[in-house]
């Protein structure tokens, strides 16, 4: 892996500097402690919503979100090197019911990696995942609600079916509910409150599409970590983003470009007017 961005500076005087300059110029293997540090969340206070809100997501470089129904075709070893720090750095994972149906999601591990780091920080040995669903139609039987290191949440609306917000409880799971909208939805901007409530400051979004267009929309994505992946698919999967056109764009400012293997991992971050 190399930093393509920032530029690496190698005109301070000390060497040290220099010498981590060239380090993280050089095309090697990123420790995960290092990429760590690259993607650490910025200190508190957070952005407007109370929390930091960032994303993690990959893509073909025809805009393609998934191939054949998974973004696994997307992916590669650096990519899921990005993303086991990315959970390894966040407080709770915050997820939509189709890709956790689709992908199979399992509980977050906790990894040697991370522990010290997280106990500095008064983490939870592994980060929270939270699965936004207004059906609540999820299989409670599995492991990601039935034996996580933290309580699995299942953020819904308040409309939502009593009988399965029963069921979800009866596994373990904490329910939350964020929004008055019809048949469970909830209101985006009220996901990430109500995990700021809970403590769950450092969030990462890990989609889908439809869940990160609503983010987008509500006003609360501050970062967007996006790995372009060098693979053309075509058909007609969703972009990263699905979901109503922005009344204007959001403007978002380049932080970082890492690379390894022509994946070009991106990371953006938001500008409040
Ligand atoms: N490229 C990537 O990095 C990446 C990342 C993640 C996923 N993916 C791919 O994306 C696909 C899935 O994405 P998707 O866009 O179809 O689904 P998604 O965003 O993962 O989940 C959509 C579901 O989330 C729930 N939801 C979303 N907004 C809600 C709201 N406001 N209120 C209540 N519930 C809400 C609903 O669940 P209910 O239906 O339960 O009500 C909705 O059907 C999969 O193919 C997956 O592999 C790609």
Redesign the pocket.
């Known amino acids: 892996m190399r930093r393509l961005f920032p530029v690496p500076a190698e005109t301070s005087a000390e060497a040290s500097a220099v010498a981590s300059a060239r380090a993280s110029a050089e095309d090697r293997e990123w420790g995960l402690g290092e990429l760590a540090d690259a993607y650490a969340y910025p200190e508190p206070p957070h952005g407007p919503s109370g929390a930091w809100l960032r994303a993690?997501?990959?893509?073909s470089l025809d805009g393609a979100?998934?191939h054949d129904?998974?973004?696994k075709a997307?992916s590669s070893d650096a990519d899921m090197r990005i993303f086991g720090v990315l959970r390894g750095l966040a407080d709770a994972v915050v997820?939509?019911?189709?890709?956790?149906r689709?992908?199979g999601y399992r509980p977050a591990r906790a990894r040697e990696a991370f522990a010290e780091r997280r106990a500095a920080l008064g983490q939870s040995s592994a980060p929270a995942i939270a699965v936004?669903?207004?059906?609540?139609?999820?299989d409670f039987s599995r492991p990601l609600f039935t034996e996580p290191l933290v309580p699995t949440i299942v953020i819904?609306?308040a409309t939502a079916a009593e009988e399965r917000v029963g069921r979800a409880r009866a596994a373990g799971v904490e329910v939350v509910f964020a929004?008055s909208?019809p048949s469970?939805?909830?209101?985006?901007a009220a996901v990430v409150t109500a995990l700021a409530e809970l403590g769950h400051t450092r969030l990462l979004t890990?989609?889908?599409?439809?869940?990160?267009a609503?983010f987008a929309a509500a006003g609360v994505l501050d970062e967007l970590c996006l790995a372009v992946a060098p693979l053309a698919t075509a058909g007609d999967a969703?972009r990263?983003m699905?979901g109503p056109e922005l009344r204007e764009p959001e403007r978002f400012a380049l932080a970082s470009v890492l690379e390894e293997a022509g994946f070009l991992f991106t990371r953006y971050r938001r500008i409040y007017q």
């Open positions: 993690n997501m990959v893509s979100a998934h129904g998974r973004s997307l997820v939509g019911a189709e890709t956790v689709r992908e936004v669903s207004a059906s609540l139609d999820l819904t609306g929004g909208g469970g939805r909830v209101d985006a890990e989609g889908g599409p439809t869940l990160l609503e969703k990263i699905n």
